[in-house]
């Protein structure tokens, strides 16, 4: 089997060197020299090769190996996945209006949008997909699932899954998904705007702006809390409008810098200030990303906000997408972007691995300071660092413990299916002591199975694996530690199950408007706000 290189990847070579101008002609033995090698190999496995090679499949490993050496955000999209790709950039596709988490090699389903195809057709959290039409979902990545789910809207697909160990099969039918980017806005303690972004689609500004003036329009405002914790991110552009809602126009909010940026290098803001003055606290935590940073990075360097809550995610990085022949697609990472004041807050230095390949994060020593426009120290390389910090889990390992092994998650599922249709009241006495039985027994399990597993990965001698499946770790004291720790924590971990069990019985506005009541960070914002000497204080 001979593999001709198409004339298109040709054509692209061409126009990339064009493109690329002296500094491709610098190096233009290099780029020949090993596009030379490429082309050589790649034939030489087609024609030689013990077993028959799929062109297409060799070709899209070797294009994932190279994107690869270079951050995760920079992927190439096959014509069968670009469909993904646009699903991606537009944030509107036929599917089910759900995410879903692996565990123990199937999908399960860990949130649903209020009003979509799983909502309506009563899948639930804590339901495990087993199958989707009749194919076994047993080990397969979320790309592959997501693959199956998504589709053209008012198209069907059957689904079986297993709840409580009963198996039950249900008709999907896929609906356009257009989620709005504000999920709740109200007044919090009758005079602070409170604003719950989920991410930065289109339209976010204008959603963020209908919401502010809502409220103005019902008492004067004191403050404004912008939540955004576990927001990934989104489009730029709306990032920047949001800031001007609160600094107004023609402010520089955000600097992009690659070798070869296309568009606005610099992004001012385009609007007029909503609110310029009112106290504002932004509330992130680690799961705060990209635009998220960009917005309360650029209020922290112009000294416009309080950013609250734990160190955010750290990624500086804005990525394009770009059209390739065949219809395929390729999302690439084009810039590094550089607050007001000047820092990158990217945190993993992808150009920088060690010996296994694991990017490196920048040493304190290595952190440039910049300073506020106030005269504030701000660093880079690390995220953005709140101005008032507050631990996550509010410290407790025993709460950070109960989410990572899902054990509230699991126990709010096992109660909610016992009694769907009951409505919802806070955790009782009697329901606490159940739940302290049921993390004991699973904190037993989960603890045998990860030695077992971590015992399995170190020895190959099965005879001793066998053996060593049948020590029985302490369960007494274990039982005892678990029971301790929860029985100490008895307040924070009934506010984590009431968190959970609010989720599951409350429509979505209900539940934000009942969780505000009880979220510690958000009662800390307000209090800041109240607080305006401490406020301001902390501005400079």
Sequence with gaps: MVIRLPKWFLLCLCAFFLSQGNKVVDNLFEYSKNIEIFTALYKELGTNYVDEIEPGKLMKTGIDAMLKSLDPYTNFFTEYQAEEALIEKQGQYGGVGCRIMIRNHYPVVNFIEEGYAFNIADVRLGDIISSINGISLKDKSTDQLLSMVRGAPNTSFSIEIDREGKSIKKQITRMAIKTASVSFSGLFQGDIAYVKLEEFGQHASDEIEASLK?????????????????????????????????????????????????????????????????????????????????????????????????????????????????????????????TPSGRCIQKLQYGDRDENGVAKTMSTAQKKAFKTQGGRTVYEGGGIDPDVALKPYQGLEILKWLEQENIVFDWANQQYNLQPDSIFHPITEQQFAQFSQFAIKK??????????KAMTSMYSDTLFIKQISGLKINADHVANKVKTDLTTQKSSIILQMNHALMERKLKKNRFHQEWLLLDLESKEAAALIHQLDRYQSLLK
């Design 214 to 338: 809502k409220m103005m329009e019902k008492t004067e405002l004191k403050g404004v809390i912008l939540d955004l914790r576990d927001n990934g991110g989104g489009l730029l552009n709306e990032a920047v409008q949001i800031v001007g809602l609160f600094v107004g126009e023609n402010r520089s909010i955000v600097t992009l810098r690659g070798q070869n940026v296309t568009g606005p290098k610099n992004w001012i803001t385009p609007n007029k200030a909503l609110l310029p003055n009112t106290p504002l606290v932004v509330l992130v935590n680690e799961h705060s990303a990209s635009a998220s940073e960009v917005v309360s990075g650029s209020l922290q360097d112009m000294d416009r906000a309080v950013i609250m809550g734990q160190t955010s995610f750290g990624k500086g990085l804005v990525q394009n997408y770009a059209s390739l022949p065949y219809r395929t697609q390729m999302k690439l990472t084009v810039a590094k972007y550089y």
């Design 443 to 452: 904190s037993q399990v989960t603890l045998q199975e990860k030695l077992h």
